[in-house]
C-alpha cells in the first residue's frame, strides 16, 4: 500500500522567492503522482500529474519531478506570489492499485 | 458550470438522522469516489465505483454506503449518523480510458456536521 508523507506542514516564504514542496512516498512500483492546490473551505484543484514513465511535468511557474528510486517528488514554485498561499497536497497511486494516497498537506503562504 | 458538483454544499443535522449527499458530473468519466477530509488525517477514500455495476469500498466505508444511479451520478448515504463523521466530503472522478493515467478532479466538497 502506498504511503504519502509531505513536511513540512506549513511553510512562508517572501513574495517573489522561489520554492520548494516535497513529498515522499514508500511504493518504488509508482503509477502516478498527483500535485493538488486546496484553498481553505475549498475543494481540490488538479495542479499537475505525473505518470510513472516521466521525470517532470511543468505548468507556468510550477514544475513538479518524480524520483521513483529515492521515492521523492517536488513542487517547484517560481516567483512566488500572494496568490499562490494556499494548501498543497500530493497524492500517489501504485501499479495494480490505481487509488490515490494522499499527503496531509503543506499550508503555503506567501508573505507580501 | 463546474464539471464535478455536489449537493448540497453545507449540511448540519443530528445524530441518528439519515443524510444523502450528492454528485454529479458532466465530464463523462467513468470512475467516481467519495473521500472525506479531516484535519491532520488528510483525504480518505471511502467508496469508488468503476463503472455502474462496480462498487468498491474503500479504507473507511463503515457506517456508509453509495448507489451509482448512472455514469454520472454517485450518492453518498449516511443511514444513521454521528457525531465523528463530521468533515468534509468530496466527491471525485477519474477517467481510465483516456491516457490520462487515472487524473482526478475533485468537486467543491460538501461540508456536514453532525451534533
Known amino acids: 500500500k502506498q504511503e504519502v508523507t509531505q513536511i513540512p506542514a506549513a511553510l512562508s516564504v517572501p513574495e517573489g522567492e522561489n520554492l520548494v514542496l516535497n513529498c515522499s512516498f514508500t511504493d518504488s512500483a509508482i503509477y502516478n503522482l498527483q500535485w493538488f492546490r486546496q484553498d481553505p473551505g475549498k475543494g481540490l484543484t488538479s495542479l499537475l500529474l505525473i505518470q510513472s514513465s516521466q521525470r517532470e511535468q511543468t505548468s507556468g511557474r510550477l514544475n513538479a519531478s518524480l524520483d521513483k528510486s529515492s521515492g521523492r517528488s517536488t513542487l517547484y514554485i517560481a516567483a512566488s506570489q500572494p496568490g499562490d498561499s494556499a494548501t498543497y497536497l500530493c497524492a500517489g497511486s501504485s501499479f495494480g492499485n490505481e487509488k490515490l494516497t494522499f499527503g496531509t498537506g503543506t499550508r503555503l503562504t506567501i508573505i507580501p | 458550470d463546474a464539471d464535478v458538483t455536489q449537493t448540497p454544499r453545507n449540511r448540519i443535522t443530528k445524530t441518528g438522522k439519515r443524510i444523502m449527499l450528492e454528485c454529479s458530473q458532466t465530464k463523462g468519466h467513468d470512475r467516481m469516489y467519495w473521500y472525506r477530509q479531516d484535519p491532520g488525517l488528510g483525504l480518505r477514500l471511502i467508496y469508488y465505483?468503476?463503472?455502474?455495476?462496480?462498487?468498491n469500498k474503500g479504507e473507511i466505508s463503515d457506517g456508509y454506503s453509495v448507489s451509482r444511479q448512472a455514469q454520472a451520478k454517485f450518492s453518498l448515504s449516511l443511514e444513521s449518523a454521528i457525531p465523528n463523521q463530521t468533515a468534509l466530503y468530496f466527491c471525485?472522478?477519474?477517467?481510465?480510458?483516456?491516457?490520462?493515467?487515472?487524473?482526478?478532479?475533485f468537486g467543491p466538497g460538501t461540508r456536514l456536521t453532525v451534533l
Open positions: 471525485a472522478t477519474s477517467d481510465y480510458r483516456q491516457a490520462s493515467y487515472n487524473e482526478q478532479f
Open positions: 465505483s468503476f463503472d455502474v455495476k462496480d462498487i
